[in-house]
T-cell receptor, first 113, second 114 residues
Framework: GNSVTQMEGPVTLSEEAFLTINCTYT??????LFWYVQYPGEGLQLLLK?????DKGSNKGFEATYRKETTSFHLEKGSVQVSDSAVYFC????????????FGTGTQLKVEL | EAGVTQFPSHSVIEKGQTVTLRCDPI?????LYWYRRVMGKEIKFLLH????????ESGMPNNRFLAERTGGTYSTLKVQPAELEDSGVYFC????????????FGSGTRLTVV
């Protein structure tokens, strides 16, 4: 089956620190990979995605590269802000497999001044 | 365009009671999905509608959960009778894209069963 493993949280960083949230996956078939974010009191929002190997998704200063050889999709940001405090979910979908998303457990990020 | 709307945003009910969650997808989106996140765990798929038909309900936990999508528009998810382990956040998403890469999620319903 499909599964996503992401690093346990919570992660607490100071503003302007470098962020990495690790994500690895297993999939039957060729997955598309996603990072979703849930800000306090809000719903899930797509942060970035990559649909094939070596693609880099990027948005709002966040980046993640689809690494097929290591089955990974780690999220990075060079300088976090307090407003980045949220829960981050790594996810995948295998097209043709019903298009249902498989999520990781989520990583809570707290950025402090 | 209006987004995916879910209500209520919060619901607190007693064990054994019935609760109905509603999801209004983006107009014209044939695909509607329900997901659930139980406290601190991963978000799990519950079921998938294509228009009014259940395409995949493999994630429904048991027969206390009933989902409907009459007329292929809004959807309801009823839990009857509710148990403590049903507490969590229920997300709805809709999509018109057949690749599964363009979902729009609602803000979720936080259900607490006491």
């Amino acid at each position: 089956g499909n599964s996503v493993t992401q690093m346990e949280g919570p992660v607490t960083l100071s503003e302007e620190a470098f962020l990495t949230i690790n994500c690895t996956y297993t999939a039957t078939g060729y997955p598309s990979l996603f990072w979703y974010v849930q800000y306090p009191g809000e719903g899930l929002q797509l942060l970035l995605k990559a649909t094939k190997a070596d693609d880099k998704g990027s948005n709002k200063g966040f980046e993640a590269t689809y690494r097929k050889e290591t089955t990974s999709f780690h999220l990075e940001k060079g300088s976090v802000q307090v407003s980045d405090s949220a829960v981050y979910f790594c996810a995948l979908v295998v097209t043709g497999g019903g298009n249902k998303l498989t999520f990781g457990t989520g990583t809570q990020l707290k950025v402090e001044l | 365009e209006a987004g995916v709307t879910q209500f209520p945003s919060h619901s607190v009910i007693e064990k054994g009671q019935t609760v109905t969650l509603r999801c209004d997808p983006i107009s014209g989106h044939d695909n509607l999905y329900w997901y659930r996140r139980v406290m601190g765990k991963e978000i799990k798929f519950l079921l998938h509608f294509v228009k009014e038909s259940k395409q995949d309900e493999s994630g429904m936990p048991n027969n206390r959960f009933l989902a409907e999508r009459t007329g292929g528009t809004y959807s309801t998810l009823k839990v009857q009778p509710a148990e403590l382990e049903d507490s969590g956040v229920y997300f709805c998403a809709s999509s018109q894209d057949v690749t599964g890469t363009r979902y729009t999620f609602g803000s979720g319903t936080r259900l607490t069963v006491v």
